[in-house]
Nanobody, 121 residues
Framework: QVQLVESGGGLVQAGGSLRLSCAASGRTFSSYVMGWFRQAPGKEREFVAVISWSGGKTYGDSVKGRFTISRDNAKNTVYLQMNSLKPEDTAVYYC???????????????WGQGTQVTVSS
């Protein structure tokens, strides 16, 4: 069982930056693949980024070159550094944990409660 708690969301102007954190409980955090997803009102949940237990990373096309996912296994935490934010990045951001490497939200077993990111123009 893994419990996830996101933090770091907020209101930022276009072009600004935010860093999201996701703290995980459990002694096996380092075994899990960690993903970030987002969902805007009226839209489907969208893949943002994923990081494997060994640090391999994949990004969604809309965030490549702007967002960076990282993890600190000693702190049971995964991060999402978001730079050059755009109004279209506005969404609730969720972290998720899974044993398999995937960009499909339906394949993730554990989810946080989400944190709101709002980018003003």
């Amino acid at each position: 069982q893994v419990q996830l708690v996101e933090s770091g969301g907020g209101l930022v102007q276009a072009g600004g930056s935010l860093r999201l954190s996701c703290a995980a409980s459990g002694r096996t955090f380092s075994s899990y693949v960690m993903g970030w997803f987002r969902q805007a009102p009226g839209k489907e949940r969208e893949f943002v980024a994923v990081i494997s237990w060994s640090g391999g990373k994949t990004y969604g096309d809309s965030v490549k070159g702007r967002f960076t996912i990282s993890r600190d296994n000693a702190k049971n935490t995964v991060y999402l550094q978001m730079n050059s934010l755009k109004p279209e990045d506005t969404a609730v951001y969720y972290c998720a944990a899974n044993l398999g490497y995937s960009s499909k939200w339906g394949e993730y077993d554990y989810w946080g409660q989400g944190t709101q990111v709002t980018v003003s123009s």
